[in-house]
């Protein structure tokens, strides 16, 4: 069975980073492209990027390329999103998906001072 | 970037009856290798997408043949006959066609 289990959210301070992790089982994780994906509080879902199955090219929504950082751990099986310099506007849920079809359960990030 | 407008907002369906969701794209989603890669999702409350249809109209593993996907071009539509009470939630469709992908806005399906 596919299982994406996302970790790492929680209340965070504008300006401030965050690493959110996302450890997957139930597939070899080395041969699928990852993707990140977001989800606001009005509910309106927004994808942040993907990572090739080998790591070697990521691609990023260019409203967020130079905040967010995916990266992962294929002996782990374990996909990253580092965030910088967080925004309110980053208030989100944060999902893991391997190429669209299967998705975590997410993880929420509240941005607030 | 390609826009989705998914219609209606809402849609109150009695138990068994069927509903229709569009979805129409601002620009062709025929992609140049010709395929069209237009997926569908349910959302339930409380819990993540789930993929229902991709590429247009092809149902994903484990999903009814209650669900069906059709379409070409910029306008596609999703259809749930004879719907149950888990089909209850939002319907999202989602363009992989072009760079970046992007999401409609959502259809709420309620029980009437």
């Known amino acids: 069975e596919v299982q994406l289990v996302e970790s790492g959210g929680g209340l965070v301070q504008p300006g401030a980073s965050l690493k959110l992790s996302c450890v997957a089982s139930g597939f070899t994780f080395s041969d699928y492209w990852m993707s990140w994906v977001r989800q606001t509080p009005g509910k309106t879902m927004e994808w942040i990027g993907d990572i090739k199955y080998d790591g070697s090219y990521t691609n990023y929504a260019p409203s967020l390329k130079n905040r967010f950082t995916i990266s992962r751990d294929n002996a782990k099986s374990t996909l990253y999103l580092q965030m910088s310099n967080v925004r309110s506007e980053d208030t989100a849920t944060y999902y893991c998906?391997?190429?669209?079809?299967?998705w975590g359960q997410g993880v929420m990030v509240t941005v607030s001072s | 970037d390609v826009v989705l407008t998914q219609t209606p907002v809402s849609l109150l369906i009695s138990l068994g009856g069927q509903a229709s969701i569009s979805c129409r794209s601002s620009?062709?989603?025929?992609?140049?290798?010709?395929?069209?890669?237009l997926h569908w999702y349910l959302q339930k409350p409380g819990q993540s997408p789930q993929l229902l249809i991709y590429q247009v109209s092809n149902r994903f593993s484990g999903i009814p043949d209650r669900f069906s996907g059709s379409g070409s071009g910029t306008d596609f539509t999703l259809k749930i006959s004879r719907v149950e009470p888990e089909d209850l939630g939002v319907y999202y469709c989602?363009?992989?066609?072009?760079?970046?992908?992007?999401f409609g806005g959502g259809t709420k399906l309620e029980l009437k």
């Open positions: 620009q062709s989603l025929v992609h140049s290798n010709g395929n069209t890669y």
């Open positions: 998906t391997r190429g669209f079809d299967y």
């Open positions: 989602l363009q992989r066609t072009h760079n970046p992908p992007t």
